[in-house]
């Protein structure tokens, strides 16, 4: 139910941060992270998730399979 | 317009009243030189008409005046990392130390630290007078932060000016803003007005909580910029803009940018050559784009210098850049030094200092003065090239192998004129020794038929000789253009007594690699 940073290709640049709408990123040891348990993939928000939209290295901002994907509440 | 000489300039005793105000107009960018009989403002063609007040702002900024830029420092500060467009010219993943390029730094900085900073370098560095934010995204991308910074600085060091580089996707939002912090200095980058050609410069823009792509994303951005510049130039803040230049891009339509910035009112336009290597991993890089010889900057430059100013003295610096323009001290100040230094911020120090700075220029613009006289009557067409190691200050005051880059000048009977620099450190190449570098050099200065040092040794002298460029160090530690002009004089005596055979040079490099100085 989420989106995670592969914090490997995360530049630290922040973008993501303020963009997103869960405030579910913050900076951990020099790179971003979202929480999981906030993220709710933008769905509700905007048409695509922010911190992927905003972010200048191509697929670092990538669903987690870890997780099943976010169900907007009924 | 009228010349005042202004608070701490000194006028020398024994000079005629008469050359002393010319050298003071000058100075302050509005000369009229004999020969020609045409209003002429020295090294920075075109200020002939700026108007007192504008020249009151951009007399010690050093990006805005390219005299100034020999005695005044600027410093960055990387507090605003975040970006809101891509650009093919730029990859952010990119870090190595000793890379230089926008887009790139060392460290960021919050608007705290950021603030301790300029006051650190502001003390040790009293010519800095400017403090720029650029990057390494784009400050109003960050504005909260980039805002933060200007509100603590103006407070702590009212004297220095603000000033912000933004690519403009966001600035119409924030023109009042910066307006209300007084910020005098905008630059905007824009490489185009045709949509159809940002597609190949952007693959995408982000605005409004949506990832815009292709055509439709550059006219965004250049919709948004054209409004940013106009806004701005309606309020009296002076606008820089910057382009980059792509062979087979923007090169030809380059000179349409110039009209349409011209129009709404930009004061100087600064095209800078492409920085393009496989190992900076820019998508531009790698596709193997690349950027433009020395001579095709200079014919676009030439060409586009009609009424508008002109930048040529642009290093392309770092987010996080201090020091003279070409020079890099921000090794001396990491956040770990600052942190631990004793910041003692005096105000009248840095006016004193910066008053003998003043003395310095208009010295410098005497002597130029005088040396030109010496060329009235002289009829050539003969134009060339020469190129100067100098540390600063306007002096012949570098020796041949510390030089890490070198100031260009173009020579003709109308006098000197600064037209660029060239890059030749060493840094990222590696294990070259001393016959590589010097090759380095000749292909850096290719162009020119001279090159004027403080002191050379006896092996470059003969290479440089057996290249065709001849190595000039009687002028040792004497101002620039004045000792051009002279060395230009007998140049031109020896070619009409047949002496020498005046020959065309040949194209010259703009290094690709990595500039910044070592700490």
Redesign the interface.
């Known amino acids: 139910m989420a989106l995670k940073i592969i914090s490997s290709?995360c530049?630290?640049?922040?973008?993501c941060?303020?963009?997103c709408p869960n405030v579910a990123i913050t900076e951990k040891n020099g790179t971003f992270v979202i929480d999981p348990k906030k993220c709710t993939e933008c769905l509700g928000h905007?048409?695509?998730p922010?911190c992927a939209?905003?972010c200048?290295?191509d697929d670092t901002c990538v669903i987690d399979n870890s997780f099943p994907r976010y169900q907007v509440p009924a | 317009m009228q010349a005042s000489i202004h608070e701490g300039t000194a006028v020398p005793s024994a000079a005629k009243v008469g050359e002393v105000m010319q050298a003071i107009a000058e100075h302050k960018g509005c000369g009229t030189s004999g020969g020609s009989g045409k209003a002429s403002c020295g090294s920075a063609a075109g200020q002939g008409d700026l108007p007192t007040e504008i020249w009151e702002k951009v007399k010690n900024h050093p990006c805005y005046s390219e005299e100034a830029h020999h005695h005044y420092a600027r410093m960055h500060v990387a507090v605003a990392p975040a970006c809101n467009i891509q650009c093919n010219y730029c990859n952010r993943k990119y870090d190595c130390a000793n890379e230089s390029r926008p887009g790139v730094v060392s460290e960021k900085l919050t608007p705290e630290q950021a603030a301790k900073k300029v006051l650190a370098v502001a003390s040790t560095i009293p010519q800095m007078t400017v403090l720029g934010i650029a990057g390494p995204g784009d400050p109003l991308a960050n504005p909260e932060k980039t805002f933060k910074t200007f509100e603590l600085i103006a407070k702590t060091a009212p004297d220095i000016k603000l000033c912000l580089s933004t690519n403009g996707l966001a600035l119409p939002d924030h023109v009042d803003t910066i307006a209300g912090f007084n910020v005098d200095h905008v630059t905007i980058t824009i490489n185009m007005v045709d949509p159809e050609i940002g597609a190949k410069i952007y693959p995408w823009v982000f605005w409004k909580h949506k990832r815009y792509t292709g055509v439709e994303a550059a006219k965004l951005l250049t919709d948004r910029q054209l409004q940013g510049l106009e806004m701005l130039t309606e309020r009296g803040i002076l606008c820089k803009v910057n382009s980059v230049m792509i062979p087979g891009v923007n090169d030809k339509h380059l000179v349409e940018v110039n009209k349409a910035v011209k129009s709404r009112g930009a004061f100087l336009h600064n095209i800078m050559p492409l920085i393009s290597a496989p190992e900076h991993g820019t998508v531009f890089g790698l596709t193997g784009q690349r950027g433009p010889t020395a001579q095709e900057l200079k014919a676009l430059q030439d060409s586009c210098e009609g009424e508008m100013n002109m930048m040529r003295h642009c290093r392309q610096c770092r987010a996080d850049a201090v020091g003279l323009l070409g020079e890099d001290r921000s090794a001396e100040f990491t956040t770990d030094k600052i942190m631990a230094m004793e910041v003692n911020y005096d105000l009248d120090t840095r006016k004193a200092y910066q008053a003998k700075v003043e003395e310095e220029r208009v010295a410098k613009v005497a002597a130029k003065q005088e040396e030109l006289s010496t060329l009235a009557g002289e009829m050539s067409d003969i134009k060339l090239l020469v190129a100067v190691a100098t540390k600063g200050s306007g002096l012949i005051n570098e020796h041949f192998g510390h030089a890490k880059e070198f100031q260009v000048y173009e020579l003709s009977t109308a006098g000197a004129k600064f037209v660029g620099h060239r890059r030749v450190d060493l840094y990222c190449q590696g294990g070259f020794g001393d016959e590589e570098s010097l090759e380095t050099v000749i292909r850096a200065i290719n162009d020119c038929h001279a090159v004027f040092v403080a002191k050379i040794g006896g092996c470059p002298k003969a290479d440089l000789l057996t290249a065709g460029i001849e190595p000039v160090d009687q002028f040792a530690h004497e101002f620039i253009e004045k000792s051009a002009i002279a060395w230009f004089k007998s140049y031109l005596d020896k070619v009409n007594s047949g002496e020498i055979e005046h020959v065309e040079r040949g194209d010259a490099e703009i290094r690709q690699g990595a500039l910044i100085s070592a700490a």
């Not at chain 1, 530049?11 to 973008?15: G, P």
């Open positions: 290709q530049t630290s640049c922040s973008a941060e303020p963009e905007f048409d695509s922010q939209a905003v200048p290295v």
